[in-house]
């Protein structure tokens, strides 16, 4: 206990000339109107009101705030709440802490409950750019692309050659961008699929795959799930019957038609095109392969191309003879083996409306690109190669237990069969090509 003459009363005057002595850590000066109160000050000049009172045996000291931040008679009053729940056996201290977790809890909940406001009135597209950002690493060149490209709003002047000032259009899943995540139903994604079905099916299923693949990343994350049905609207027999079922491709080159169509194809004015049409056809690789080979997956020593496999990752296919003669007369203008000076990644984009050119001038009109595919797999079968050769230069999962784990054939084996296959087709073309020859030099081309 304090003694009598260590108390005073405190006022203004009193405890604005108080000062710690010299050689002390702190020095306190108590009031007589409320014993439990006191001013202590520190060497540094620093002055605070604490609170002392015994409970339960033992003595707790409660700092109470700063002389410029309390005034006398409110830490009084503070002071003497505090001594009020000492006399009933409560911590002070433990009152605080109650209210400060609660606060704490307050303030969370007030912050969540303004995020979920926030959340229920983001857009699709807003979250969709979200999804593509985190998942671009787990993704493929391409199927990033499709993803951008399906959504895109369109009305930007047409990249195309040919198109003019025409403005693109569109993405099949464009309209649903603007629409509130919250809003994206079974009722209204059924809406959008019968527009979409009527108008372009082929790319309304793929933007349908792909979005059925968001909503279920949705339903994964803590600020979205609540928006979402739990059940993926986007997985209905009503979606499914207005986009339809993709038919059966059966565009393909027969063997008597070879020759008309690599006439057409070398007539094209643009050589990059024309070299990157005829690998299409006599590697059976995928376009997009094709169109993402550099210069550095070109291996003239060892007579390999390496492919960036959307299976596999990569895979080794032979450069066979008309093959590397045709990368040769290529100009090297970067990294790109099929380059443009016009695109803006320097790199060609899938020569579609060239191509149609060319198959119109030679009469074979409906044959796309990836037919060019089908047509070096049907092709083949004129020369009774093996299914599992054909499999591993197109980049095709194995479809039995002994090619996926018994069969490794080497690079070697593969041109073996791969140059037969290219000789024939370039003869049922009727192109002379003599494989002695020495391919024509690189050039670069600045």
Not at 80 to 85: R, T, V
Not at 101 to 124: I, R, W, Y
Not at 382 to 394: N, T
Request: charged letters at 25%; one cysteine or more; proline letters at 6%.
């Amino acid at each position: 206990m304090k003694t009598q003459e260590s108390r005073v009363n405190l006022t203004a005057g009193r405890v604005g000339s108080f000062t710690c002595p010299k050689g002390k850590t702190q020095a306190f000066l108590w009031d007589t109107d409320t014993p439990t109160l006191a001013l202590r000050a520190t060497p540094t000049g620093r002055k605070t009101y604490v609170f002392e009172a015994r409970l339960n045996g033992s003595t707790i000291r409660i700092t109470i705030g700063t002389l410029a931040d309390w005034p006398i008679k409110q830490a009084r009053l503070k002071a003497q709440g505090l001594k009020m729940l000492v006399d009933v056996g409560t911590d002070p201290r433990e009152v605080e802490r109650d209210r400060q977790t609660a606060a704490a809890e307050k303030k969370t909940a007030e912050a969540a409950e303004l995020e979920s406001a926030k959340a229920a009135g983001v857009t699709v597209g807003e979250v969709w750019a979200e999804y593509i950002e985190q998942r671009r690493p787990h993704w493929g060149a391409l199927h990033y692309r499709d993803h951008i490209d399906k959504a895109k709003p369109g009305g930007l002047p047409s990249g195309r050659r040919g198109g003019g000032k025409l403005p693109t259009k569109p993405g099949p899943l464009a309209s649903l961008m603007g629409d509130r995540l919250a809003d994206l139903t079974t009722e209204r994604i059924e809406t959008w699929a019968a527009t979409e079905g009527e108008i372009r099916p082929s790319s309304a299923r793929l933007a349908w795959r792909l979005l059925t693949v968001f909503l279920t990343w949705c339903t994964e994350q803590p600020k979205y799930a609540a928006l979402v049905p739990a059940i993926n609207p986007a997985k209905t027999k009503r979606t499914r019957e207005a986009l339809g079922k993709a038919g059966t491709k059966s565009d393909v080159l027969q063997r008597g038609q070879l020759r008309a169509w690599f006439a057409a194809v070398q007539q094209l004015q643009n050589p990059n095109i024309a070299a990157c049409l005829q690998v299409l056809l006599l590697t059976g690789a995928r376009p997009g392969e094709v169109l993402a080979l550099r210069w550095e997956d070109i291996n003239i020593q060892w007579k390999s191309i390496a492919i960036r496999d959307k299976v596999e990752g990569t895979r080794e296919i032979p450069l066979t003879p008309y093959v590397e003669q045709l990368l040769a007369k290529l100009p090297r203008r970067n990294e790109w083996v099929f380059s443009s000076p016009t695109s803006a990644s320097g790199c060609l984009t899938e020569p579609n409306t060239p191509h149609t050119r060319a198959c119109k001038t030679a009469g074979l009109d409906g044959l796309t690109l990836h037919g060019l595919r089908r047509s070096f797999k049907s092709l083949t079968e004129w020369l009774e190669v093996p299914v599992g050769v054909v499999a591993q230069i197109q980049g095709h999962k194995p479809s039995a237990t002994a090619e996926k784990h018994y069969t490794v054939r080497p690079l070697e084996l593969l041109a073996l069969h791969h140059e037969r296959i290219e000789a024939w087709i370039l003869e049922q073309a009727e192109i002379n090509f003599d494989k002695k020859a020495a391919p024509t030099s690189l050039r670069i081309v600045t």
